[in-house]
């Protein structure tokens, strides 16, 4: 009877993530709304959506517990992630500083990048940030603020390949891999190299981090690696073949919120599968997800480029002329890329005591061509994302809850920021 009552109790510790998903309601919720959804649900692919939605509620002691709904949700069918990888790969930086245990080196340290392989870059100075240098913290603003392609680059640099993946395999994220930079072309042997890195504090060298390769394969028997029926290469001519996905990198939607959760809900982990973060860290992250880029002074973004909804596709659309709806902020990390459209999202009014998270993918490819730009992001994809979020949103309004939640941890004075 001991033995049973302990196995129950380690049992209930279990976070509530080991759940499966309920897979009936979220398709009755299309089905309800066909005004917003048909096009989408009669497509032939349904544009490749997966969708993850997961209810929170607290009990008396503000401890959350989940229950998920899934749509179409298939880890071995391939999407490309695009810049979601950004967010794991920024949480791992800050893990390697906290690591090093190096006194004096931090997150607002000099971080100068030097090259030692083919096609490799430097960077020794960096004009959007208040004092002129790189470091892991702009980086970090500026992946989550805009999600910028060569901050990303550098932290992939930082970290190393090898460790990112590592740390996958540690948090148990098994249909993840992160094998390369975006946006550079890197492929190949490139990806296998990362640059040497040296840090400064008042200017005095305070870590060096040597050039590393990454000996390691990443394999992953996945469908849906080979798409479509041509694409432009890096020279702009047409190629009569489909595109092979099989060497990019790989982040599924469930592993994507289990990131998500892991950042924002800790407390529901084993002490051993939380992050290696400090509160401050965490403080930090918190705030520059949920920052609209045109709040901040440094790094600076100014419409017409950047826009409030600039980074929020859930809810918003991405749309340049949304204007923010009092109360709600959106705790998120997007992709955007060959088609795809994916945001991975904690949803909260601070006014309506509300919270979700919201973890979806859908892609437009209607030529079958790849790398020509002519993608339906402003059509399909992005208003799909935006009523999804809102019909969820409206949904989670009306559900009843016990316990309200309380969201402190979660709410930051944007004030003392720019207004634009």
Sequence with gaps: MKLYSILLLLLS??????????????????????????SILNHPTQNEIQILYTQINRDKNNVPHFKSYSYR?????????????????????LEKLNELRITGLNKQSAMITDSAFTGQTKVTTDTSSADGLPSIENYIKKILLVSDNDAFNRLYEFVGRAEINRKLKKYRLYNTRIIGRLAVGDAGESTRHTNP????????????????????????????????????????????????????????????????????????????QRYNLTQADYSFIYRYMS???TENIKPTYNRPEFFPAYCKFLFYGGDSTATPEPGIRIFNKVGDSYGYDIDNAY???????????????????????????????????LPFLKNLGRVIYQYELKRPKKHLPDLTKFKFNYKTVKQN
């Excluded at 080991?18 to 917003?36: C, G, I, N, R």
């Excluded at 924002?264 to 084993?270: H, I, S, T």
């Design 13 to 38: 510790s279990i976070p509530c993530f080991a759940q499966q998903p309920d897979t009936v309601f979220l398709k009755k919720l299309f089905q309800s709304h066909p005004e917003l959804f048909g």
């Design 73 to 93: 949700l298939n880890a071995k069918h391939y999407f490309y992630p695009a810049s979601t990888v950004k967010l794991p790969t920024a949480i791992f930086a």
């Design 197 to 272: 890195i040296t840090f400064y504090n008042k200017g005095n060298v305070i870590y060096k981090k040597v050039a590393m390769y990454d000996s390691l394969n990443y394999p992953m028997q996945l469908e849906n690696l080979i798409q479509g029926k041509a694409y432009l290469d890096s020279s702009n001519r047409l190629v009569n073949k489909p595109f092979d996905f099989s060497q990019k990198n790989v982040y599924s939607i469930a592993d994507q919120q289990q990131v998500l959760k892991r950042l924002l809900f800790p407390e529901v982990f084993p002490k051993e």
């Design 291 to 293: 920052m609209f880029p």
């Design 347 to 381: 949803i909260v009014d601070f006014k309506t005591k509300t919270e979700f998270m919201l973890t979806a993918v859908v892609q437009s490819n209607e030529d079958g061509i790849y790398n020509d730009n002519k993608y339906e992001y402003a059509t399909v994809c």
